[in-house]
């Protein structure tokens, strides 16, 4: 039987299949320039004319493992060179598929090798987090609460009772920065009294870490939450993407970050994950790798990286900025601020169904069901028109108050 | 707890050492992870890990199956240079690909594999989706199988099949079944073996077949036996999951290799392909390959399509684009396309010349056994028959690594090794 289609590719089908001149694609979480284009960073392409030239490459495998320069230097960047578990060689970096393709492994592991069974994501969370522990042999997905809807804020009582009431054992997903799809992150006090409560609870901790870098544009900052767990000594896992921060997309470079108590269960585990990759794919694939990789163990390259960041970080900023201006100046109904509260790529707007499908078919700005915006999507050339529609939907939708 | 009762001094710095030693214990108890086992050595890297060891000058690494030249070099096929330079050109981007892969690639892909004009692709029968190279191709293939194969759960493989088929299918849910193949007698095919077991296989069961160069013992059945299988094949009700790893790499001629694959869709057989450029192409790091169902209508190719994504998306969400980019730009640009035609039957001529010098070598130095197989089989394996103790010996006292069941990779051979190769050989053997 025909499936149904996944959301956000058939939002994005529409999208490119409107004709209608102004239409704004809020939809597919990617970059895109104040001109609305897909950003192939400087240093990237730089880094390919680098490959191309350089004769004493190949295309043999890469190890099952993946591209060990790639996978320590992401472990590094993600707990900080300052990290006990890496001086201890508690800590190790296995190169995946991307983010995805990093929970999946890590998921896999715990469900065949840990004997996880259970699993909770924040409500609302990433669409394919579920179907990813699923299929990776967890046998129950559950929801820790999150999106304060009223408030339009992080809803850390809900988050706190349903982590209190999971069983032991259970693995416990948590969004490093940047919450896809709100944009609320937990304060750095709310975070230690979640770290405080998993501890107590005896849960797992599996950091979903999509967007370092790309959240506040320092590197340092979007990892705290990670660093913190690591410098409680938490054993923990963390699913590493270099798709947005690196604008590599669609060439799947994805890092899995796994820290132990002890250094001596490090080469069992990554023997144990040999096999999983070996039965699902083999080898990681050798381009993206050798991009980051070794960007990330150049420091020249690493500042000019961070740049490049800095910048797309700031765009983003600016257009949170922008349209809660226009919204205040409006006097659109609701209260605006939670859009500057929020950070990184998405925003979970509090819009309505109704409203959303108004944005769509009668304005032809294109956003998940849910309410979420990218960011990305608004430009100095659309943002007014956005601001506008906005306020005309929720002026004439009847719906749950914002 | 001897750690502690091993310490007599209780000075400062031993009860620092004391409280180490009980973290450490402690961390052990306390970790998730305690009870990991290592998992078994993989045999194939182990023989690579000897091999670099060995300070022999003449050693000789016959175990990964990667083309090398005839410097023992790994080979960047020109046409995938040429590829590469046209694409540098086009300034692409680095957005998301479908999770499919690009409709282009799937498109170049099934019609390399079926015949640029068949009629399957052109009335849309086909569900072709990038994959992970071969494996990642046979995971999905296998993962949908799992999920919608009407049948029974069992895929049938062949005795021996590649290292990887078994597990990679016990993931994905199915049931491992043999049936015989290899012939240790004749280091051929099992022909009547393989009839009689397929025959015995249970009505809507599938069964896994290499379509040329079978890995790993480099035994093709001939055209006209193959024409038996497949009349079996459909007889039983089996349902055909074809693996192609080796399209022009193993004859240097793309049609005659995909000769069983075309040949059972005109018998009627629906199949189920999984493709890789790893060999072919030289792509191995890459991972560009595909996954095919052919189907009976449009309608089920829909279907099917859309299912096939759904597994995709858990997976990985969507597959690397450069190795199927470069793919693409060979195949549909037709002074590319040539080029490349002529790279892989440069690979393919090399081997089968290699195959050639070994048999002859192992005669000129006076083996009275029968090394017909060696020019027999075919692509980039041969199993030359040696037993474990003798392969032991040729590792041991030639410093020329194979794997146990004296497979050896022929692409690891060279014009200036191969008389040693015979030589040792044949002191192993006579």
């Known amino acids: ?402 | 707890m001897s750690l502690i009762s091993s310490l007599k001094i209780f000075s400062p710095s031993s009860l620092n050492t004391t409280q180490n030693a009980l973290s450490v214990v402690s961390s052990r108890a306390n970790s998730w992870w305690s009870h990991v086992e290592m998992g078994p050595p993989d045999p194939i890297l182990g023989v690579t890990e000897a091999f670099k060891r060995d300070t022999n000058p003449k050693k000789m690494n016959l175990g990964v199956g990667a083309y090398r030249d005839d410097s023992g070099k790994p080979f960047i096929l020109p046409a995938v240079k040429m590829a590469e330079a046209e694409i540098a050109k086009k300034n692409m981007d680095k957005e998301y690909s479908p999770i499919s892969g690009s409709p282009e690639f799937c498109k170049a892909t099934i019609n390399l594999a079926l015949g640029e004009d068949n009629e399957w692709t052109k009335n849309g029968l086909n569900a072709t989706v990038q994959g992970i190279s071969g494996t990642g191709s046979l995971r999905i293939g296998t993962a949908f199988l799992s999920a919608f194969f009407p049948g029974g759960k069992d895929l049938y493989m062949p005795t021996p099949t590649w290292g990887n088929h078994v597990p990679l299918a016990k993931h994905a849910g199915l049931g491992v079944k043999q049936y015989r193949y290899y012939d240790p007698k004749t280091c051929g095919f099992d022909f009547h073996g393989a009839l009689q077991d397929i025959a015995k296989i249970p009505e809507r069961s599938m069964i896994l077949l290499h379509a040329c160069a079978h890995n790993p013992t480099g035994v093709d059945p001939k055209p006209e036996q193959w024409a038996e299988m497949s009349k079996v094949i459909k007889e039983k009700k089996l349902f055909p999951f074809f693996d192609m790893a080796y399209q022009g790499f193993a004859s240097g001629d793309i049609d005659k290799d995909a000769a069983p694959v075309r040949m059972f869709l005109k018998d009627g057989h629906q199949i189920a392909l999984s493709q890789s450029y790893a060999k072919n192409m030289g792509l191995y790091g890459e991972r560009a390959g595909a996954f095919s169902l052919i189907c009976s209508s449009k309608e089920e190719a829909a279907a099917t399509m859309s299912q096939l994504k759904i597994i995709i998306r858990p997976m990985y969400s969507n597959p690397p684009v450069t190795g199927a980019r470069i793919a693409t730009e060979i195949l549909t640009n037709p002074s590319l396309r040539s080029q490349w035609l002529k790279d892989v039957k440069g690979m393919a001529d090399r081997i089968i010349s290699m195959r050639q010098l070994l048999r002859s070598n192992l005669a000129k130095e006076g083996s009275s056994r029968d090394w017909a197989h060696i020019t027999d089989q075919i692509g980039m394996f041969c199993f030359t028959g040696m037993t474990p103790p003798q392969v032991e010996k040729l590792t041991k006292d030639f410093s020329v690594y194979l794997t146990k069941d004296g497979r050896i990779s022929v692409a690891g051979i060279t014009s200036k090794n191969v008389e040693y190769l015979a030589h040792a050989i044949h002191q192993v053997t006579k």
Not at chain 1, 157 to 175: F, K, T, W
Not at chain 1, 231 to 238: I, L, T
Not at chain 1, 245 to 254: A, P, S
């Open chain 1, 1 to 402: 039987e025909r499936a149904p289609p996944i959301e956000v590719f058939a939002l994005n089908k529409a999208y490119v299949e409107d004709t209608f001149p102004q239409k704004v694609n809020l939809g597919v979480g990617a970059y895109r320039t104040d001109e609305g284009k897909p950003w192939v960073l400087p240093v990237v392409r730089h880094m390919e004319q680098k490959l191309a030239a350089d004769e004493t490459l190949n295309k043999e495998y890469l190890p099952v493992l993946g591209y060990e320069p790639l996978a320590s230097a992401a472990t590094r960047m993600l707990l900080g060179s300052d990290s006990a578990s890496l001086k201890e060689g508690r800590a190790t970096g296995i190169q995946c598929l991307s983010g995805t393709g990093a929970l999946r492994v890590g998921a896999e592991f715990l469900a065949h090798i840990g004997k996880h069974s259970i699993v909770y994501s924040s409500n609302p969370t990433w669409g394919n987090h579920s179907l990813v522990f699923l299929n990776a042999g967890f046998t129950s997905y559950r929801s820790y609460r999150y999106w304060d809807a009223a408030k339009k804020a992080l809803d850390f009582d809900g988050l706190m009772e349903d982590l209190r009431n999971a069983p032991e054992n259970s693995v416990i997903i948590l969004h490093a920065c940047a919450h896809n799809p709100t944009g609320v992150d937990p304060t750095q006090d709310q975070w230690r009294q979640i770290a405080d409560l998993i501890e107590e609870r005896r849960l797992f901790p599996f950091f979903d870490s999509a967007y370092q870098g790309f959240a506040s544009g320092d590197l340092d900052r979007d990892a705290w939450a990670v660093r913190y767990f690591d410098s409680r000594g938490f054993e923990m896992v963390c699913a590493q993407s270099f798709a947005k921060n690196f604008g590599l997309y669609n060439e799947r470079v994805g890092n899995l970050t796994f820290v132990a108590k002890d250094r001596s269960v490090i080469e069992p585990v990554r023997s144990q994950i040999t096999l999983l990759v070996r039965a699902n794919y083999s080898n990681p694939p050798n381009h993206g790798a050798r991009i980051v990789g070794t960007v990330l163990n150049d420091p020249v390259l690493t500042e000019q990286w961070k740049s490049h960041i800095k910048t797309m970080a700031d765009r983003i900023i600016s257009m949170r900025l922008g349209l809660r201006e226009r919204l205040e100046k409006l006097e659109t109904p609701g209260t605006w601020n939670h859009i500057t509260d929020q950070i990184g790529m998405f925003s979970f707007t509090g819009l309505g169904p109704l409203a959303v499908d108004k944005l769509i078919a009668d304005h032809h700005i294109y956003l998940l069901k849910g309410g979420r915006i990218n960011m990305c999507g608004l430009n100095t050339g659309n943002i007014d028109y956005v601001a506008k529609c906005i306020h005309e939907v929720v002026t004439t939708t009847q719906e749950a108050s914002l």
